[in-house]
């Protein structure tokens, strides 16, 4: 890939290979979790891999924000930051769902340009930078060009639908597909797999930087709730939620979720 990401890249993807080996020691669905407050689950797999990025990732000069490590604020003098869920979709990864991945975030100047996920259980992997597009499983990859909401594909999250969250959006002209990994729906939108995904509920930079970096560079639509570019790296990580889809579906979908949202 031609980018003034190349060594990013290289390093992205040297990560996310690095990780295929911590996987193969655990068998989805067979696997202890704990709990952490909010009743988040987290494995031994999560940290594990969370050790091999940071290992494989990090450089001198640059800053570190990731689930599994505790946060420091000196990552917010940084110009250049990693932003990792080690294993975003853990509660599918505990169930046996072929749901979870690993998401690599990269983001300059509070910009998130580059981004990989990878998905251990279907060996899929999405790379890719906003001066280069996206490779899927090493191809190029463009986000859906469809221009009406009539027929879409819409990846909704697991946990949400479980919580009647999108009974609201029922009977609609779309369809409506339960997933797990935030990172994961959104990587499936940035290589035009699905048209749409989006989250009423709070993310945290963590779930989405990887994955609205992807989206992005492959030309398609993201937005936080308050109609904003996705600014990451703040002192609260903490996101209202997010928007993305093909680039010809932005307005249709603005207009789906504003009587929905309140943003305080």
Same mark, same amino acid.
Request: aromatic share 8%; with cysteine.
């Given at each position: 890939? @031609?980018?003034?990401?190349?060594?990013?890249?290289?390093?992205?993807?040297?990560?996310?290979?690095?990780?295929?080996?911590?996987?193969?020691?655990?068998?989805?669905?067979?696997?202890?979790? #704990?709990?952490?407050?909010?009743?988040?689950? *987290?494995?031994?797999?999560?940290?594990?891999?969370?050790? *091999?990025?940071?290992? @494989?990732?990090?450089?001198?000069?640059?800053?570190?924000?990731?689930?599994? @490590?505790?946060?420091?604020?000196?990552?917010?003098?940084?110009?250049?930051?990693?932003?990792?869920?080690?294993?975003?979709?853990?509660?599918?990864?505990?169930?046996?769902?072929?749901?979870?991945?690993?998401?690599?975030?990269?983001?300059?100047?509070?910009?998130?340009?580059?981004?990989?996920?990878?998905?251990?259980?279907?060996?899929? $992997?999405?790379?890719?930078?906003?001066?280069?597009?996206?490779?899927?499983?090493?191809?190029?990859?463009?986000?859906?060009?469809?221009?009406?909401?009539?027929?879409?594909?819409?990846?909704?999250?697991?946990? #949400?639908?479980?919580?009647?969250?999108?009974?609201?959006?029922?009977?609609?002209?779309?369809?409506?597909?339960?997933?797990?990994?935030?990172?994961?729906?959104?990587?499936?939108?940035?290589?035009?797999?699905?048209?749409?995904?989006?989250?009423? @509920?709070?993310?945290?930079?963590?779930?989405?930087?990887?994955?609205?970096?992807?989206? #992005?560079?492959?030309?398609?639509?993201?937005?936080?709730?308050?109609? $904003?570019? &996705? $600014?990451?790296?703040?002192?609260?990580?903490?996101?209202?939620? &997010?928007?993305?889809?093909?680039?010809?579906?932005?307005?249709?979908? &603005?207009? &789906?979720?504003?009587?929905?949202?309140?943003?305080?």
């Amino acid at each position: 890939m @031609t980018s003034s990401y190349s060594d990013i890249l290289t390093r992205i993807d040297a990560a996310l290979h690095a990780t295929r080996p911590v996987f193969e020691r655990f068998t989805p669905g067979a696997i202890e979790a #704990e709990y952490k407050a909010g009743h988040d689950p *987290v494995t031994a797999a999560d940290r594990a891999v969370d050790a *091999v990025l940071h290992q @494989t990732l990090l450089r001198d000069g640059e800053g570190w924000l990731s689930e599994e @490590t505790a946060d420091s604020p000196a990552r917010l003098d940084k110009e250049r930051v990693w932003i990792v869920d080690p294993l975003d979709g853990t509660r599918e990864f505990v169930l046996g769902l072929p749901e979870f991945c690993v998401s690599v975030g990269f983001v300059e100047n509070g910009r998130p340009v580059a981004g990989g996920i990878y998905n251990p259980a279907t060996k899929e $992997t999405f790379l890719g930078s906003v001066d280069s597009g996206v490779l899927y499983n090493g191809k190029p990859a463009q986000p859906s060009h469809r221009k009406t909401l009539e027929g879409a594909l819409v990846l909704a999250s697991r946990s #949400e639908v479980k919580r009647g969250e999108w009974k609201q959006f029922e009977g609609t002209a779309f369809q409506i597909r339960a997933m797990g990994s935030v990172a994961y729906k959104l990587a499936l939108v940035s290589a035009g797999l699905a048209d749409i995904t989006f989250t009423l @509920t709070p993310k945290n930079e963590w779930d989405v930087a990887a994955g609205a970096a992807l989206v #992005e560079a492959a030309g398609g639509f993201v937005s936080t709730l308050e109609k $904003t570019n &996705l $600014t990451a790296n703040r002192r609260d990580p903490l996101l209202s939620g &997010l928007l993305a889809c093909g680039p010809f579906l932005k307005e249709e979908l &603005l207009a &789906l979720v504003e009587p929905h949202v309140s943003v305080g």
